[in-house]
T-cell receptor, first 111, second 117 residues
Framework: GDSVTQMEGPVTLSEEAFLTINCTYT??????LFWYVQYPGEGLQLLLKATKADDKGSNKGFEATYRKETTSFHLEKGSVQVSDSAVYFC??????????FGKGITLSVRP | GAVVSQHPSRVICKSGTSVKIECRSLDFQATTMFWYRQFPKQSLMLMATSNEGSKATYEQGVEKDKFLINHASLTLSTLTVTSAHPEDSSFYICSARDRVLNTGELFFGEGSRLTVL
């Protein structure tokens, strides 16, 4: 069935390290893809999105490219900061359908 | 950007009482709102889809008589946890879709932490 698979966590990195969080999806059609971030004690915020194949979403130094051939939307950042410590969710959805979320992954960045 | 506001952010109640959580879209109209429950270790569970002017659609395993959802206007949906018990303690998050944007993107409220004693 329709699903989103995120890499297992948690992930702990030192400040300025390179970050990759893998996400693959199983869906019919051509959904939009999203990364959401949840800071401690808060709701979810949209981090970036891509609405069609080969689109690259970017925000706050984070990037992800919609790869239709590999059904992936991996999140990357070249140099993480302590303030990036949060839970990251990958999701997909159509314009009129619910969003399907991955399980989320906790990122902790050490000074 | 689009803002979704949830209220209350935290609520503590006694077992057997009912609690209402409000979800408002502040600067856009939302024909569809979604209610999620977030368990420890962060996984999100979709509880129901709330459609303005019609009955909510509940996910399998969610008791519709226990979690009452009302979407009376294009900017307000409410979730009422009836006869709450300690196992209902959780973080409840609502989200809304802008009826104009049509990109599939959801805007989330800040969440409501329910503690049932």
């Amino acid at each position: 069935g329709d699903s989103v698979t995120q890499m297992e966590g948690p992930v702990t990195l030192s400040e300025e390290a390179f970050l990759t969080i893998n996400c693959t999806y199983t869906a019919t059609g051509y959904p939009s893809l999203f990364w959401y971030v949840q800071y401690p004690g808060e709701g979810l915020q949209l981090l970036l999105k891509a609405t069609k194949a080969d689109d690259k979403g970017s925000n706050k130094g984070f990037e992800a490219t919609y790869r239709k051939e590999t059904t992936s939307f991996h999140l990357e950042k070249g140099s993480v900061q302590v303030s990036d410590s949060a839970v990251y969710f990958c999701a997909w959805g159509g314009a009129n359908s619910k969003l399907t979320f991955g399980k989320g992954i906790t990122l902790s960045v050490r000074p | 950007g689009a803002v979704v506001s949830q209220h209350p952010s935290r609520v503590i109640c006694k077992s057997g009482t009912s609690v209402k959580i409000e979800c408002r879209s502040l600067d856009f109209q939302a024909t569809t709102m979604f209610w999620y429950r977030q368990f420890p270790k962060q996984s999100l569970m979709l509880m129901a889809t709330s459609n303005e002017g019609s009955k909510a659609t509940y996910e399998q395993g969610v008791e519709k008589d226990k979690f009452l959802i009302n979407h009376a206007s294009l900017t307000l949906s409410t979730l009422t946890v009836t006869s709450a018990h300690p196992e209902d303690s959780s973080f409840y998050i609502c989200s809304a879709r802008d009826r104009v944007l049509n990109t599939g993107e959801l805007f989330f409220g800040e969440g409501s932490r329910l503690t049932v004693l």
